[in-house]
């Protein structure tokens, strides 16, 4: 150990931070941290413990200092834990994971602290919003990536997120085409036909009474219908291409947009429609000054549903017949050849495409219902 | 009522009934009632009686089951067809998406005005209910007696020479309330608008009114008409005066006549 700190002297102000004390301890007992011939050198294993020791004292210093001693402490020792296990996979012993629960637990500690800050600027504010979720996420990786590693996880079970993060940038045009095939063709024609389509039909229905009584019931079952019988069938109809993914996206979406419309029409006051009428106002003025900013919120609910519903949609019924492209033409077949990291990476696209996706409706609803409680907060 | 100027609301053996899951309920029962031009006209009972219903049925929200009303020589229908009245509600009712000055623009896009035409009684309306540099602001973004008086230039931006206010200061504090008392009344001063006011509080009715039509519940009906005596030019403390108190007294008397067969 360094002589600047000594066992000692540490003295941890959190309960994270004595818990990573007695962990580092334990793992001290347990040495060594992996069963292999060369395994951890003693420099880097020493700079572990120091990194997790300056991190579980970093309370004690001033508090920015002791932020950025806490970040880089957590996560410095866990990207030496990784580094190491890489060429030494399953032989992780326990010390292994003793030392990176104690490093998540400063992690822990380091959210903590940053939660508890109430920056000044707008601007800090915004990063601040930004850096804990992500220390969040980084944390699912770095202990799936440990994990995997460390018990020498099969490869088809389960690949090291690294291994996924490697086939991605190595299949880089085949994803983008993919996800061209997929989501800018299927998806994106599908999602604004099929809620363009409920949109409609809401208005009908509220426009003329006996669509009402009639289109409702059947807009339900049609979204009843299960998609694994649809698929084929629209393949059947509307060929390999991506239109019968279409036609599968529009049938998914269709009915969300229908319900939610209809209730975010009939969702304006009695004393607000009073008011048009004694403006003696025409169906459509009312239509357009009111009863539509009314049902905004409706409407955007339902955007939000069909943007992760069209991208499941779509990517289901290429299961059923497709071009040898596309994101789940991709899936089913890479599943079929083992090529399990090829499945996870176009997975991680899918997931980051639809956050996007929803991430970019979410933005428009603030903008466009910048009015409601629920946006500008009381 | 003034024998040389037409009638602005003549209405004649009027009866609503609502039917409802309960059986029929009588709101309005014989309701003889004419309102001349320039009259402030107050509606004043206890909740139940009808006053809300009379002034829906003058704007057509409601139609009667029996008798006859007229607006301004024509059907309440036509009146309201003819954009003849504007409206206070309870509540100030402006939408939240709009900023005040749209707020107040609203009537204005439907009746198809001229952009110039809006601006300027846009500014003219904000100006009489003293609300000039808000006209950015979203409704939410103001007190309660501030939207009421939003709602009431949205109302006086119409132009109508009707006015009919629902409890327009019912939510309002007692403050706000004599405020907007006063400058309702130096409103209705330099506009010579007719209005038709109700409300459930005796000074307030004795303070703006002409004539004070008190009604009764169950089912509802005029049971008792007062014309005030006071000068038309009224300041606050007028309601210190003998002459005030005379009157809310025939007014209470009025009310608790009204509730004695049942209590």
């Not at chain 1, 030494?88 to 380091?110: D, I, K, Q, V």
Request: hydrophobic fraction near 50%.
């Amino acid at each position: 150990m360094s002589d600047l700190l000594s066992l000692s002297s540490i003295t941890p102000r959190s309960w994270q931070g004595y818990a990573a004390l007695v962990l580092l301890a334990v793992a001290l007992l347990l040495w060594p941290l992996v069963d292999a011939a060369p395994g951890y050198g003693v420099g880097t294993a020493a700079l572990i413990f120091f990194l997790l020791l300056l991190a579980i004292e970093a309370d004690n210093f001033p508090p920015a200092i002791g932020l950025v001693l806490l970040f880089l402490g957590a996560h410095g020792a866990a990207w030496l834990l990784l580094a190491g296990i890489n060429g030494n996979e399953g032989t992780a012993r326990a010390s292994f994971y003793l030392l990176l629960a104690a490093a998540w637990l400063l992690a822990w500690r380091c959210v903590t602290v940053l939660s508890a800050l109430r920056p000044a600027s707008r601007w800090a504010a915004t990063a601040l919003r930004l850096i804990i979720p992500a220390i969040f996420g980084a944390w699912i990786l770095i202990i799936w990536e440990a994990v995997t590693r460390g018990a020498g996880i099969p490869f088809i079970l389960l690949p090291p997120p690294s291994a996924i993060g490697v086939r991605i940038a190595n299949s880089l045009p085949v994803l983008a085409a993919d996800v061209r095939q997929t989501i800018f063709k299927a998806v994106i024609f599908g999602y604004i036909v099929g809620s363009g389509a409920g949109f409609i039909a809401a208005i009908a229905a509220d426009r003329v009474p006996f669509l009402r009584r009639g289109l409702l019931p059947i807009g339900n079952m049609v979204s009843a219908l299960p998609i694994i019988g649809v698929a084929p069938i629209m393949v059947m109809w509307f060929g390999f291409d991506w239109q019968s993914k279409a036609a599968v996206v529009i049938i998914m979406t269709f009915f969300p947009m229908l319900v939610n419309t209809v209730a975010g029409l009939a969702a304006s006051g009695h004393m607000e429609r009073d008011l048009m009428r004694t403006y003696a106002s025409s169906y459509w003025q009312t239509l357009f000054k009111l009863r539509l900013p009314a049902a905004a919120p409706f409407i955007f609910n339902a955007l939000k549903i069909n943007s992760t519903l069209a991208l499941i949609g779509a990517i289901v019924a290429e299961f059923f017949g497709t071009p040898v492209v596309g994101m789940g033409f991709r899936i089913s077949t890479e599943v079929g050849r083992m090529n399990i990291d090829m499945v996870w990476a176009e997975i991680a696209v899918a997931a980051l495409a639809g956050s996007v996706f929803y991430g970019v409706v979410a933005l428009f609803e603030r903008a466009v219902t910048f009015w409601h409680p629920s946006v500008r907060g009381g | 009522m003034t024998g040389q100027s037409p009638a602005v609301v003549s209405a004649s053996k009027l009866g609503l009934t609502f039917q409802t899951s309960d059986g029929p309920v009588q709101a309005l029962s014989n309701v003889d009632l004419t309102i001349g031009k320039g009259e402030f006209v107050s509606f004043i009972g206890p909740s139940g009686c009808g006053k809300t219903t009379l002034l829906r049925v003058i704007a057509d929200l409601e139609k009667p089951t029996s008798g006859s009303i007229s607006v301004n020589g024509i059907t309440p229908e036509q009146a309201r067809q003819s954009r003849a009245y504007g409206y206070v509600f309870q509540a100030a009712a402006l939408y939240p998406w709009r900023t005040i000055e749209r707020n107040v623009a609203l009537p204005l896009e439907i009746m198809g005005l001229s952009k110039t035409e809006q601006a300027a009684r846009i500014k003219r309306t904000l100006d009489l209910v003293n609300l000039s540099g808000f006209e950015q602001k979203y409704p939410w973004q103001l007190s309660g007696g501030m939207q009421q008086r939003a709602s009431i230039a949205r109302a006086l931006a119409f132009d109508a020479d009707l006015l009919l206010m629902d409890e327009p200061f019912g939510a309002l504090d007692e403050i706000v309330r004599d405020h907007l008392n006063e400058q309702l009344l130096e409103l209705w001063e330099r506009t010579n608008k007719t209005i038709c006011f109700v409300t459930h509080s005796i000074p307030e009715a004795v303070y703006l009114s002409t004539r004070i039509i008190v009604m009764s519940p169950r089912p509802g009906r005029v049971s008792d008409v007062i014309e005030s005596t006071l000068p038309k030019k009224r300041p606050l403390d007028i309601r210190e005066t003998p002459e005030f108190l005379a009157i809310a007294a025939r007014v209470r008397d009025g009310l608790r006549a009204g509730h004695s067969y049942e209590d």
